[in-house]
Each structure stands twice: as C-alpha cells, then as structure tokens.
C-alpha cells in the first residue's frame, strides 16, 4: 500500500501496475466474451491508465508510444461502444424498436469483430510486449517523496474544473464533454492517493462521480441525437428517437447548475483542503 514517505517514481510504478493489472483482466474477459459490460471495463481501465499517466507527467514525462498505444486501443473500441449506447438507450425509450435494435445488433458484431482484428494485430502485440517490459523494469531512484506532489496534483485538476466558471451559462455540448473529462481526471486521482488521503476525500470523490454520471448520460443523449442518423434508415423513426435523446439532454441541461453549485461551493473547497492537510 502507498503511503506519503513513497517516492514518486515508486508510487508512479505501483500506479500504474496497478491499472495494467485490471486492463489485462478486462480485457481477456472482452476478448472471451465481448458483453458490453467487459467493453465498457477495458475502456474504464484504459482511461485510468492514460489519466496514472498524467498524474506524474510533469515530474517523470511519459514515453511518447506509450501514450500513442494507449490512445489508438481506447479508438479501436469506441465504435463497439458506441453502438453498446445506443442500443441500451433505444431499449429504454417508450416504444418499440425491435428492428432497429436487430439492425444495430449486426453492426455491432462487425465494430467488435474489427476490434478483435486489432487486438491480434502485429501493432497491438508488438505494444503490449513493450508495455510489460516497461512494467518490469524497476523504478527509477528519486528523493521527490509522493507527499510532496498530493497537493499540486488536485488542486491543479480542481482548478481545472473551475476554470469552466465563465463558460458554463450557455455551454456547447463540447464544452460539457470537456468538463466530464476534467472531473474524472479529478475523480481518478483521488483514487490513485487514496491510500494516502484516507476517508477524507471520499465526499469530493463521490461528488466528481455524480458529476461524470450526469454529464455522461448528457453526453451520451447528445451523440444519440448525432449518431442515429449513421444507423437508422426510416426519416419518421430516427426523428422520432433523436426527439426523445433531445428531451433528455433538455432536462439533464436543466438539472446541472445545481449539482455545478455543489462543485465550487466553499463546502467542496474545504473538504478538498481537509483532505490534502493529512499528507
């Protein structure tokens, strides 16, 4: 278990040991089955990796093709995803799409099979291989102690939140996708010190979920609205489902300058600040 007398460089290697144990684990299970469960997995443990990553970077840059590798799997299974969305939205519409949902359904297998392809790629062998030589390679001697950095690291991605301040009154849907990933990177660098920080960073944690929860199903109402255009043919249906993905993204809009107020109230900063002191 970390604590605050690790080293960084040691911290940043149990970090991200860490995480590519659960990417392999997710992802033999993806490749085994392929439910959209074991999808949306590999894509958490994908993300978590790229965000361990740049929570060191400015004091032991990344190396560039680990990052690339990264980049292009989470690419690689967007498509897979994407159609997982979709169809678990259509499914909780208020009227029937069986056809479309079947006609989705092949597509999907087809994104998945493609992914399959990439996985058994010469690329995507010849990567993972340098990733776990990467892996076993012992971390590197360093005197920068992880206690030392806990604090830049979350109030540089607390301010990154709270830089959205000015841009929040009538926000392009962009705008909101940006701010989820600023709240996850939060979120998950919470998690990486939470060893450290103990029980007094769970109430921010739990707050940047909600956060990435609501802008999430507001993101995903929004690519509804924009993706079901590539996959259902007749005009009167599509209209009809992005009328619904619309309605939905209008009351998630409506809902968010509460939970917004949360985030930057002075109750926030000081369970922030709460939880930085224990270091």
């Not at 998945?112 to 590197?140: D, I, T, V």
């Not at 940047?208 to 507001?218: E, F, S």
Request: aromatic residues 8%.
């Amino acid at each position: 278990m970390l604590s605050s007398t690790h080293t960084v460089s040691f911290a940043r290697h149990a970090i991200l040991c860490e995480q590519a144990a659960a990417m392999r684990t997710h992802e033999n299970r993806l490749l085994e089955a392929g439910k959209p469960v074991d999808v949306h997995q590999m894509r958490v443990a994908i993300r978590r990796m790229r965000a361990a990553v740049d929570v060191f970077a400015p004091l032991l840059p990344a190396e560039k093709w680990l990052r690339q590798g990264l980049k292009r799997t989470a690419r690689a299974l967007a498509p897979v995803r994407d159609l997982d969305v979709l169809m678990e939205r259509l499914q909780s519409l208020d009227f029937p799409l069986h056809d479309a949902i079947e006609e989705l359904g092949s597509q999907r297998q087809a994104a998945y099979k493609a992914f399959q392809a990439y996985a058994a790629s010469k690329k995507y062998r010849k990567f993972n291989k340098r990733f776990n030589g990467f892996l076993e390679q012992p971390a590197p001697e360093a005197t920068l102690l992880l206690s030392h950095m806990v604090a830049s690291s979350l109030y540089t991605r607390y301010e990154a939140i709270r830089a959205y301040e000015t841009m929040l009154n009538d926000p392009e849907p962009e705008t909101l996708h940006d701010l989820r990933i600023a709240c996850k990177r939060l979120r998950y660098t919470l998690r990486f010190f939470d060893p450290v920080l103990g029980t007094r960073a769970s109430a921010v944690r739990h707050l940047m979920r909600r956060t990435q929860d609501h802008l999430g199903a507001l993101n995903d109402a929004h690519v509804g609205q924009e993706i079901v255009a590539q996959y259902i043919a007749d005009p009167a249906t599509r209209d009809r489902i992005a009328g619904q993905f619309k309605q939905q993204a209008d009351t998630l809009i409506e809902e968010f300058p509460s939970l917004w107020a949360e985030i930057v109230s002075p109750q926030t900063r000081l369970k922030l600040a709460l939880a930085v002191s224990v270091v």
